[in-house]
Every structure is written in structure tokens, then in C-alpha cells.
């Protein structure tokens, strides 16, 4: 992911060479939080609209994929529908359960491999509280 932020940067990338570089990554991210794929599509084409006004001030961050993904994370959380897995694994419908700041948490962590500074940034909490509500939402599930 990093290696992705220090291209942009170097190439000057523009908002449409971006999505079509990362927009599956976002899509399969997306699928994890929600649990459904037309979600996840209907979930980063918002989060696209909305970078896409401020693609400038993204691309001049140097690391324009995290702060889409922040979007994605973002939208995930303030959108009022209901996420739940119609089928798929059994770990998708525990996921499923968890509210939804720590389902978020755990997605970022685990499928994204995000540190805790960063699930922390995304989630607008402490380090700490993105180890402690992860810890809970893991021990709920077992």
C-alpha cells in the first residue's frame, strides 16, 4: 500500500488511473465490511464520488490510497443500511454481529493488515482503543 501512495506521488496520478488501479482492492475491502458485494460497489462508488472532489488535496498527501480507504471506512460507518450477509462464510456472519466501529476494526486489522495507529486515524480513536475493542470483538466471538 505504501509502494501504491509513493507511485501516485511520483507519477502525479490521476483520479481515473486510480480507480482503475484500485478499485477491486477497494471493492474486496468494501465486501468485508458489508458482507455483500452491491453494497460494497454501491459503498466505494460513494466514497469515489466523494474523493473525486477532492482529488488535489488527496493526491498531494503522498499516500492517496490511505486516504480513500479513510473514505471507504468512513462511509461504511455513517451509511444508515443495515449490512447483513445474506450468504457466505461463517465468518462473515460473525462479522455480522459486531457493531459496527469494531467490525470496521477488525476488517482493517485483518484483511487490510493495518497497524494500530492507522485503524486508529480511520476509526477516530486511541491506539490503545483499537487494540482493546479488538481484543472484546474477537474474545464476543469465540
Known sequence: ??????????????FSEYVT????PLVR?????TGR????????????CRAYGRW??????????ACVRGLVVAEYLSWRR??????????????AG??????????LRYY????????????GWRASTVRDRIARALQSQR
Open 56 to 65: 488535489d488535496r488527496i493526491a498531494r498527501t503522498g499516500e492517496p490510497h
Open 112 to 123: 487490510a493488515d493495518l497497524p494500530d495507529d492507522e485503524i486508529a486515524a480511520h476509526l
Open 98 to 107: 459486531l457493531p459496527r466501529k469494531e467490525r470496521a476494526a477488525v476488517v
Open 29 to 33: 475491502l468494501a465486501t468485508a465490511l
Open 37 to 48: 458485494s452491491g453494497s460494497a460497489e454501491d459503498l466505494v462508488r460513494d466514497a469515489l
Open 82 to 95: 443495515r449490512f447483513t450477509p445474506r450468504s457466505g462464510p461463517d465468518v462473515v456472519h460473525r462479522l
Open 1 to 14: 500500500m505504501q509502494r501504491i501512495g509513493r507511485l501516485c506521488r511520483f507519477l502525479g496520478v490521476e
Open 21 to 24: 488501479w484500485q478499485s477491486a
